[in-house]
């Protein structure tokens, strides 16, 4: 298939561990959409003190092109399908792009802190609100709105309770239609993967759906309880704006 700069994109701003892989999985089963696996990675590493701490870093560096500038073209180049989905996390913008979010629908994702912090402190211990998500998703909705960029809100306990209305309404406020091959895929690895699949896809990976929403019952690490504070308060706006 031929090319073309004429392309519906899609911006997932995500934070880490939110089930980003699985909706990027799922809009991988459209024969209409080509996805991308967190194209800023390498740019973010290269300019960040996370290529300090981050599995993988100098190997991610060395898999795909560090120039923020030049995967930003790319990302706004000719695309081989009508839909383009971009799985990025929020805190890889090295700046919030409004001439980027502006080419397309931004879909921030979110997750309950209470949930997602320990999951991200089994891979990165004692992460910083820099690297969790919720400060620089709170900052990007207010300029998105400030600029009047389009943008929607997904939580994915939301999602995962019930993930074919959410999905529908998505598919609605992106400006295309929902296709029912999004709810399931076959379980194992995609091509698209980046080289950091191994540090964190392991689920999703087994997986060949979205999951049954199930309430964490483990006790909540003690040494994370600050920063579940610090986060908590940006994760009850966002919450308050997701798709339901």
């Keep these: 298939m031929k090319a073309s700069h004429k392309c519906k994109r899609l911006f997932l701003w995500s934070g880490p561990r939110n089930i980003s892989t699985t909706l990027m999985y799922s809009f991988a089963q459209r ?14 590493l290269s300019n960040s003190k996370a290529i300090n701490y981050h599995p993988g870093a100098k190997e991610i560096i060395a898999s795909m092109p560090s120039s923020y ?18 799985k990025n ?7 919030n792009d409004f001439e980027l979010m502006s080419k397309g629908m931004n879909i921030i994702l979110t997750r309950n802190p209470f949930e997602m912090l ?9 992460p910083k609100i820099e690297d969790v998500g919720y400060k620089a998703h709170v900052e990007l909705l207010r300029d998105l709105d400030s600029n009047r960029i389009d943008y929607v809100v997904l939580d994915a306990t939301f999602l995962l309770k019930n993930p074919e209305g959410v ?12 296709d029912s091959n999004m709810l399931e895929w076959t379980a194992g690895s995609r091509p698209e993967d980046g080289v950091w699949a191994k540090y964190w896809y392991d689920n999703v990976h087994r997986s060949t759906g979205y999951q049954p929403y199930k ?17 908590e308060g940006f994760y009850s706006m966002l919450q308050s704006k997701a798709l339901k």
Excluded: W
């Design 31 to 44: 024969m209409d959409t080509v996805v991308f696996d967190e194209p800023l990675y390498a740019a973010y």
């Design 69 to 86: 500038q030049s995967v930003i073209s790319q990302m706004l180049g000719p695309q081989k399908k009508p839909v383009a989905f971009f």
């Design 89 to 95: 996390m929020a805190h890889h913008l090295l700046k």
């Design 118 to 126: 320990p999951s991200f402190d089994k891979v990165i211990s004692n």
């Design 167 to 178: 999905l529908r309404k998505l598919c609605k406020s992106c400006g295309i239609k929902f």
């Design 215 to 231: 309430e964490k019952t483990d006790s909540f690490p003690k040494h994370l309880l600050p920063l579940l504070k610090e986060c």
